[in-house]
C-alpha cells in the first residue's frame, strides 16, 4: 500500500465516464494551481457499468478518497464491497440543474415546461423551476432511489414522449442520453458544472484529509478572513478579490503546514480549513498556550483573522466543534484563537509571543479571585511545578462542589486564563478526567 504523502496532501481517486472525468481532472488543476488546494488526483473511467468494481479496484490502494461522478457509479461500487476508502459523489441539483434548463432553453426546440427529468427528486426540481418562475405542472419526475431504478429512466422517458406528454427528456445518465438520442427523443445531459465539481472536490479533499490522520484525535481549524480590505491599485469599484487575500493567508501558513503535515484547503471565498492530528497541533500552538502562526498570517496580510479550532475523534465532528470556536472567536473582535475540545470545553489563546490586545476583554473580577485561590493551594500542596488542577482537586481548593470547580476552570479556559489539557486515551472505560494547567493571566 502506498503511505500518504508526508506534506499532508490529499490523493483524491476520480471515477466516472471518460468526459466527466477528464472535466474533473481540469478542474481539480485549477484549484491545486489558483487555491493551492492540497491535493493531487489520480483517475480511471469507465464506458460501461460494469467495470466500476475493476476501476475501482484498481486506485484504491493509491489514493485516500474516492470521488465519483454521481451517486450510481457511487452505489455500484459500494454493492461490489470495492469501497476500502472513504467515498463521496458529484451532487448534480442546484447549478447542475439550472445549468440544464438553461441550455433546454437556448436549444429551442424543447420546451422546458413539458419535459421529464430523472434522478432529481420532485422538490429539488420544483424549487428550480420556481426560482425561474417557469411552471413545473407538467414536469414528470424519477428519483434516483437506488441503481435498479436508473435501470427504468430511458423507458421512463422514452414512453413519456411517445404518448405526447413530453416534448424531451433531462436525464443525467450517460448511457440513458445515448439510448434516448437512438431513440429520437429530445434530451439534455445534466452534467455538473465547474461550481459543483469545485464544491465536491473540496469535500473529497477534507474527508481525504480526515482519513489520512488513522486513529489519531483529529484537530479541524478555521480561519476566517474578517474583512476585504482594498489594496492600493486594485479594482476602485469595490474591495479587492477576498479569493487573493485567502491565497496569501495560504501562503502564510504553507511553510509551518508542510513541517508539521497540516492539509491546508480552501473552504470558503473567505476562509481556509486546515486538519491536523492532535500531536501537530499540540506542537504548532507550544501546547495550546498561544497562536503564533495568527500573527504570520496578520504580517502577511494585514489583517487579524478568527481562528476557531476543534477537536474530535473524527473530522465531521471536529469540523462542528471547530466551528463553534469560530463563534466565541468573532465575539472576541479576532482578540484570541478558541478551542473547543471533545468533551465541550473551551480554551482560548492569545496571539503568538505577543500580550493580549489591549482591547481585549477583561476577565472577570470572580475569576480572577478563584485563580488566585487555585494558585495559592497549589502552591501550598508543592504542585506548582506544572500548575495542574481537576474539578475534584479545585473542589477542595475553592470550597465548592465538583460541579461548580468543573464550571470554574471552564470560564477559566474561555478567559485563556488556564487551558484544558487533552486528555490521553483513556485507560478505563468512561470518560476522562480533564484536567487544566493554569497560565498567566493579565
Known sequence: MTLPDATGTVRIGVVGPRDVVHRMVDVGHRLVMTEATTMSLTSTSYQNYRQIPGRVRGIAEDVDVLLFAGPLPYDMAKDAGVLTRPATFVELSGSSLYGAMLRTIQRGDVDLRR??????????IAEAYDE????????????????ESALQFARFH?????????GGALTTVDAVD???RRAKVPTVRIRATGSALRASLRTATFLGAGSMLGEAQVVVGVVEIPEVPRRPGTDPRGAWAATELRMEVVRALRPEADRLAISLMPRTDTSVALVATLGSITEATQGFTRAPFVT?????????????????????AAETNAERALVDARASGAARVYVRLRDGSTMAMNHGTESAPADAPMPDPRRREALATLRAGLADEGSDDAKVVDAKLA???????????????QDLARDGLAWPVPPAAALSRGRPRQTYRLVNGR
Not at 425561474?132 to 441503481?147: K, L, Q, R, T
Not at 422514452?158 to 413530453?166: A, V
Open 115 to 124: 419535459v421529464s427529468i430523472d434522478s432529481l427528486h420532485r422538490d429539488a
Open 132 to 147: 425561474c418562475d417557469i411552471s413545473h405542472a407538467a414536469v414528470h419526475a424519477m428519483p434516483y432511489e437506488g441503481p
Open 158 to 166: 422514452r414512453e413519456l414522449f411517445e404518448q405526447g406528454r413530453t
Open 178 to 180: 445515448r439510448e434516448l
Open 296 to 316: 504570520v498570517v496578520r504580517r502577511a496580510t494585514g489583517v487579524t483573522p478568527y481562528v476557531g479550532l476543534g477537536t474530535g475523534a473524527t473530522a465531521a
Open 395 to 409: 473542589a477542595e481548593l475553592l470550597g465548592t462542589s465538583p460541579r461548580t470547580a468543573r464550571r470554574v476552570l
